[in-house]
């Protein structure tokens, strides 16, 4: 199963709900991957596997939660597609994967999308909202702001809904709604390399 967490900004919380739902769910073995256009002193398109759960990335974040692997991977805009062979290997070789990006939609079809929305900030990526007709459910990140302008533009009730809040950023039904979509599509016991769109 190939579960993405995405967002509409970031720092909105996208690594801490993929951190708590890898926590609150080790069974599935998970292989965790963060797709970032921001460099953090790796080459462009290259997969890099972390090993330090101690470290200071987001994908320590990963291990430290209870990941299985976790990588990093740098794409710039337009190139993610550049990164494939070496993602779709990576993806092949895992019994679940969760990878947090927004534009993995570009090349690959996930299971299940998550979509983070934090009400407390004003932006709106243009890969967020190109996607949120994609949504799975939505994450709601609840530190008790009104609703943003742009909540006009997300399709609230059109998927499930599911407030979280730090520190833990899961809540039990989004737990069970994610182990649910896992145990109707895990069976297999690999995660098959999504249909390209």
């Keep these: 199963m190939l579960i993405a967490v995405g967002g509409h900004s970031r720092g909105i919380g996208k690594t801490s709900v993929a951190a708590g739902l890898i926590r609150a769910l080790p069974e599935f073995r998970w292989t965790a991957i963060k797709i970032t256009r921001h460099g953090h002193g790796e080459r462009d398109g290259t997969l890099i596997e972390e090993h330090d759960p101690l470290g200071p990335g987001d994908s320590s974040r990963y291990l430290a939660a209870g990941a299985a692997r976790a990588f990093l991977l740098r794409a710039p805009a337009g190139r993610l597609g550049d990164a494939l062979p070496a993602l779709g290997e990576a ?76 520190p833990e950023y899961t809540c039990p039904p989004l737990i069970e709604f994610v182990r649910g979509r896992l145990s109707t599509g895990a069976a297999s016991g690999t995660c098959p390399l999504p249909v390209t769109v």
């Design 91 to 166: 993806l092949a070789a895992s019994g679940n994967a969760i990878v947090e990006s927004n534009r993995i939609l570009e090349i690959l079809t996930p299971d299940l999308y998550l979509v983070v929305l934090d009400f407390s900030v004003p932006d709106f990526k243009e890969s967020a909202r190109r996607n949120l007709c994609r949504a799975s459910a939505f994450v709601l990140i609840d530190r008790g702001c009104a609703r943003p302008v742009w909540a006009e533009l997300v399709p609230l009730k059109a998927v499930p809904v599911f407030r979280v809040a730090p």
